[in-house]
């Protein structure tokens, strides 16, 4: 790896941090910039290294810098939301093995959106553990649903977008992509 890819993956974890500090608190989990970061990561960096940056980015946190949304530390993986986290990695690689070739906003979209399921088809069971057996909360599927995912789509859509149309002009830019 070289000393350039590393300072790459550094900056996007250091970017996933920043983003999950400007937050709206909303429901279960928070409205934050994450997903936005990690997605160009993976558009940006390619899958390898898009995942290599958002492990950093785990790992820095589960080891104690407060840069999750609400803190950091190994107690982080009992916070209904740490299944989002842990599916930013996968996210960044499948968003970068997606985009590796095609940077345009054809191929970006339905990256993104592949990249948004994974990220909710692992953020979303672990929140209905946690609340419901780790909290004893007892919510429904549909609660969890809508308290997890339904009421960020709009906000995730606006996210792609803006991958979409920043993609084409980053990746001309950075000299990795």
């Not at 599927?141 to 002009?169: N, R, T």
Request: hydrophobic letters at 55%.
């Amino acid at each position: 790896m070289k000393t350039r890819d590393m300072i790459f993956a550094a900056l996007f974890a250091a970017l996933t941090a920043a983003g999950a500090f400007i937050r709206i608190p909303l429901g279960f989990s928070t409205i934050t910039l994450q997903f936005l970061f990690t997605a160009l990561a993976g558009i940006l960096l390619g899958g390898r290294l898009g995942a290599l940056s958002q492990a950093v980015y785990v790992a820095l946190g589960l080891a104690g810098v407060p840069i999750f949304a609400s803190g950091g530390g190994l107690q982080y993986v009992f916070n209904p939301t740490f299944g989002f986290i842990i599916g930013l990695i996968p996210t960044a690689w499948i968003i970068g093995r997606l985009t590796e070739r095609d940077k345009s906003p054809k191929r970006v979209i339905p990256a993104c959106i592949a990249g948004l399921a994974v990220l909710y088809l692992i953020g979303m069971p672990y929140m209905g553990v946690i609340v419901n057996v780790y909290l004893d909360k007892g919510l429904t599927l549909w609660q969890i649903m809508k308290s997890g995912m339904l009421i960020y789509l709009p906000g995730d859509c606006l996210k792609i977008a803006v991958c979409a149309a920043a993609a084409p002009p980053l990746a001309r830019a950075v000299p990795r992509a």
